[in-house]
């Protein structure tokens, strides 16, 4: 056996972060539906849901979702004799200052660990020996965080990170849920594909059009095969079929992308002020950089949401590392431009929201 299939990972995942924190902070609001996101302004807002509590999700809100939506939701509970939900704005800096503790905490039990976001980190708790004994020191970290910041999480644990991270989402939220190493297979076997972190809305798609919709069928595919339907990434997905995963518990690896991204007041298709505001938003970005200590970035992505809500994500991945500002403008206006002509945007659609983002940092 190889050695890494011995591992024992732990993914841990705060429940509702951001809404956590506040009803823990805010006595107000606590036990009520809670929001937190753009400023609705009474169904007309224009930004998004950062995040809902459990009771407001129970209304059809969730992350990312249209804040003006959201708004809807709350007022057909109303007036069906539920509460409203209570919206907040996002509070980074208390957000941060709590994740800042939770990770302290977390890394006290192993020093293996990596921040994956804000909310949710791995742990690799090899040392406990056997998933019994990880199963109880999953149980002494949900009650440290419960004391320690008033705040439930969900703990997966496996035989690798991949596995570890679909379980921590499996009983949410205050869950816990061990995947053995032989559970592993048909603990995958019937999840649907989005289940796999990494198929996004793009790869599902194309599966869905094979009729791959399950991680069963997507088994049933040969390597070669995704290989030659999606390059690579085809061939990491062979072994995520399968719950392989190799990938270490690497500290220092917390921050893997950084981005900004900007809901306009209006819609707009003004090359002069997408450009502009691309330049700001490159400007935040860079600086967001060199304070999370790197220096470089390798890949440039654009997003852009159409007035009709429709999105769209362009990427470029450069061969050598950059590091200046003018690099990051040209390449992230290089992704822009298609969409602001006949290339990407052929009915001239108004552009509503705009955000930058680099990766492959070091
Ligand atoms: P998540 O862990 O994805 O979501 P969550 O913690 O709110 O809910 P749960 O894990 O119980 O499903 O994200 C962590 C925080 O990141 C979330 O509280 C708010 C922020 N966030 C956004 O701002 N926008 C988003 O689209 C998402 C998904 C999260
Ligand atoms: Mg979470």
Known sequence: MDYREERIIAHIDMDAFFA?????????????????????KGGNGRGVVSTANYKAR????????PIARAWRFSEEARKKGSESAIFLPVDFLLYGRVSKHLMEILHSYSGAMEEASIDEAYLDISFVWNYKKAENLARK??????YEEGITASVGIGPNKLIAKIASGMEKPDGLTVVLPERVQPFLAPLPIREIPGIGPKTAEMLYGKKIFLVQDLRKISEAELYEWLGEWGLSLYEKARGLDTSPVCEGEEIKTIGDQETFEEDTLSPRLLSERLYVMCKNVLGSLSQGGFQTFRTVTVTVRFSDFRTFTRSHTMKNPAAKE???????????????????????????LLGVRIEKLA
């Open 20 to 40: 956590s924190v506040e009803e823990r902070a805010n006595s107000d609001v606590r036990g009520k539906p809670v929001v937190v996101g753009a400023d609705p």
């Open 58 to 65: 129970a209304y059809g809100i969730h992350s990312a979702q």
């Open 141 to 146: 970290i949900k009650e440290k965080i419960k």
């Open 326 to 352: 003018d690099v990051l403008r040209i390449e992230a206006l290089k992704l822009l431009l298609p969409f602001l002509d006949k290339r990407e945007n052929p009915y001239k659609m108004r552009i509503r």
